[in-house]
Structure formats: structure tokens, C-alpha cells
């Protein structure tokens, strides 16, 4: 395994992001088994096919995905549909129409908490059950730039970081992607989470005795008594 590989966006099979994100998956089978539809229809709200194919969910004709992004995209698969929407506003989707909603570090992408308590509730609205995960923004490593407390730093020492140096993911980012990255991330804490999904447990992804991350979800399991870290 290369270096660059290791420190490469999560999409890369081989990096510690996609390495953290099969074991948060892994996590989410076990519940998963709770919900009785059939089929079960997911909305996965920012997510990808190839995220899904990666768990051999193309294989499984018991599940309908609803991929919501910004732009439509094309599919391979017919358990598979992709829409254009806004994670803000699901207007579109009455009350419960989907028996979960999925999303995979979305929710920090939307520029302030006044956007992230909109989404939160459109997920609960739509979603009979939910699966929600966000960075920490406390963990010591912010991990869109792989760089220690890069969150805490001002936006325009950010900026230089980024644009004039290789120390984030070993590479120069190009300055319109490093604006946009920049002013659009919010990280979130453990009490705002729990604020945006209240009765939900929160499951903390842990690394080094600290928490990674957070998901706040409504599934039930035997497994998931008890788990560590809810």
C-alpha cells in the first residue's frame, strides 16, 4: 500500500478513510436486520452506487436505493435510482416514505448549523429509521485535510495551507476546490448531534480511546444492546 493511497479521499479502497468507513459498515448490518420491509427502501442522502456495489448491495433484491446528490448520475444497477435534491429540503417526499435514510459524512458539508438542523429533520421526517454519521469535530485529526486540529485554524490560514503547501494529503488543492471545501465544511460536536436527533443513539467510532465520529441512529438489534461506544 502507497502513501498516496493511504492518505487518499475514502473512495480509495486503500486508504484509512475507506478503512473506517467498511467498519462503520459492518456496524450497520447488524442493525440493518431490524427493519422488516420487503423490500427495504433506502434513501441515501449524498451517497454513491459504487459505495453500495462495494458492499455487495447490487446483489440483494430485497433493497431499493434512492441515491439523492446534487446532480443525478447514471446506474448500472436496477436496484438503484438516482434523483436531484437538495438534503435540506425533501419536500418532494411525503411523511415516512422511505423505511431508512442513509448519509455518510454529509451532514458537515452544509455551510452553517442552521442548514445541518434542516437536514436532520427532513431525514427524520421522510425516514422511519435513520443512519446518520458525522465526523467529530473535537478529534484531534480533521479528517477532509488529514492535518491536527486544521478545524481551529482561521479560514484564511487555511486557505494558504492548501493552496501554497503539499502537507494536506501530500498534494497542492486547487484554489477554487480549497475555497469551496473551506467555506462549506462545519464540523459538528457530540451535543450537537445529539441535539438534531433526540432520542436517537449515538454510536461513537473510536480511534486511539477517542471519538472519530458520531452516528446518530433509531435502529434496533439484539447486536446492538450494549454496543460500545452508544
Do not use: C, P, W
Given at each position: 500500500m502507497g502513501v498516496k493511497n493511504l492518505f487518499a479521499i475514502s473512495e480509495n479502497k486503500n486508504s484509512l478513510g475507506s478503512k473506517f468507513r467498511q467498519k462503520r459498515f459492518r456496524y450497520f448490518l447488524k442493525l440493518l436486520s431490524s427493519v422488516e420491509s420487503d423490500p427495504i427502501r433506502i434513501l441515501d442522502v449524498g451517497g454513491k452506487e459504487s459505495f453500495w456495489v462495494l458492499n455487495q448491495f447490487h446483489q440483494r433484491k430485497d433493497v431499493q436505493i434512492t441515491l439523492l446528490n446534487l446532480e443525478a448520475s447514471d446506474?448500472?444497477?436496477?436496484?438503484?435510482?438516482?434523483?436531484?435534491?437538495?438534503?435540506?429540503?425533501?419536500?418532494?417526499?411525503?411523511?415516512?416514505?422511505?423505511?431508512?435514510?442513509?448519509?455518510?459524512?454529509?451532514?458537515?458539508?452544509?455551510?452553517?448549523?442552521?442548514?445541518?438542523?434542516?437536514?436532520a429533520k427532513e431525514c427524520q421526517r421522510v425516514g422511519i429509521k435513520h443512519f446518520i454519521q458525522t465526523p467529530n469535530r473535537y478529534f484531534f485529526m480533521e479528517p477532509h485535510y488529514l492535518l491536527p486540529f486544521f478545524q481551529f485554524l482561521p479560514k484564511k490560514l487555511q486557505y494558504f495551507i492548501l493552496t501554497?503547501?503539499?502537507?494536506?494529503?501530500?498534494k497542492k488543492w486547487n484554489a477554487s476546490f480549497a475555497r469551496q471545501y473551506i467555506d462549506e465544511i462545519r464540523l459538528m460536536s457530540k451535543s450537537e448531534m445529539s441535539k438534531l436527533f433526540p432520542g436517537s443513539i449515538l454510536y461513537r467510532e473510536k480511534f486511539l480511546w477517542m471519538s472519530k465520529s458520531f452516528t446518530a441512529h433509531n435502529l434496533e438489534s439484539p447486536q446492538s444492546k450494549g454496543e460500545p461506544g452508544s
Open positions: 446506474l448500472k444497477y436496477d436496484n438503484f435510482s438516482s434523483v436531484r435534491g437538495d438534503a435540506t429540503d425533501l419536500s418532494e417526499y411525503a411523511e415516512n416514505s422511505f423505511d431508512l435514510v442513509f448519509s455518510n459524512s454529509v451532514i458537515e458539508h452544509l455551510h452553517s448549523f442552521e442548514n445541518q438542523i434542516k437536514m501554497k503547501t503539499k502537507v494536506s494529503r501530500l
